[in-house]
């Protein structure tokens, strides 16, 4: 953990390993488009995590208009409290860097008004593979953007998302020897043959045969912490 001031720190975690460290307390960040598709990186995570609770209410507005590059959506039930960050209009497309400064103005103003109690903000890495963008670039940005914020009672955790926590390492280690009660033969049996070829654990889904369900049972049982009880 990078710490750059009392209220700014740098992960190197993910933002939901971060979320888990800290038993669920705090507003994580999702990055999206403004066509409710979530098909990659951290935002496919939020959709499989998410599923009933979240992604139906942003798909939702998506399809009202309510959601745009300009506009800072706040996602609130029971504990789960999720901030959309549109970062493009069209999924197929690529961002631009003013339109995460742009966003980043709002927010920047937005949290010098909550009135939060010593309240944990998570960041993700803003996934630049599609945009012509370099993470350096909006990280120097993000950050600067951060540090003229004066709300002290607000921190920020910066994830950069390159390396795996000691859950996410447990299941990583094990997987292809737990007793799954609830994934099929040939999904365990494809898990075996690929093992070599997974890193980290959204890696699975490069897999033949593993669905968002399958995915979505693994990702239960991490959060539970069942699985580390080998």
Do not use: H
Not at 3 to 11: E, K
Not at 17 to 26: A, C, D, F, S, V
Not at 38 to 66: P, T, V
Not at 179 to 195: A, D, H, P, Q, R
């Amino acid at each position: 953990m990078k710490i750059i001031n009392n209220n700014i720190l740098v992960s190197e975690y993910s933002i939901f390993e971060e979320y888990l460290k800290r038993n669920k307390k705090g507003i994580l960040i999702n990055t999206v488009n403004c066509e409710w598709f979530m098909g990659k990186w951290i935002a496919f995570e939020f959709k499989i995590r998410f599923w009933n609770e979240y992604f139906e209410d942003y798909k939702k507005k998506c399809e009202l208009w309510k959601i745009n590059i300009w506009v800072i959506d706040f996602y609130k039930k029971n504990n789960l409290q999720i901030i959309n960050f549109p970062t493009k209009n069209l999924y197929k497309f690529s961002s631009k860097i003013e339109w995460i400064e742009n966003w980043l103005n709002d927010f920047i103003l937005k949290c010098e008004d909550w009135l939060f109690d010593d309240e944990i903000i998570y960041i993700p890495k803003l996934w630049s593979s599609n945009w012509w963008l370099k993470w350096e670039e909006i990280y120097i940005l993000l950050k600067n953007k951060l540090l003229n914020i004066k709300n002290n009672k607000i921190k920020f955790i910066i994830c950069e998302d390159y390396e795996a926590w000691d859950i996410e390492k447990n299941i990583l280690e094990k997987l292809n020897k737990y007793k799954w009660n609830n994934i099929s033969k040939k999904v365990l049996e494809n898990i075996e043959e690929n093992f070599y070829k997974i890193k980290r654990l959204r890696d699975l889904l490069k897999i033949k045969w593993i669905w968002e369900k399958n995915y979505k049972n693994i990702l239960e049982l991490w959060e539970k912490k069942e699985i580390s009880l080998f």
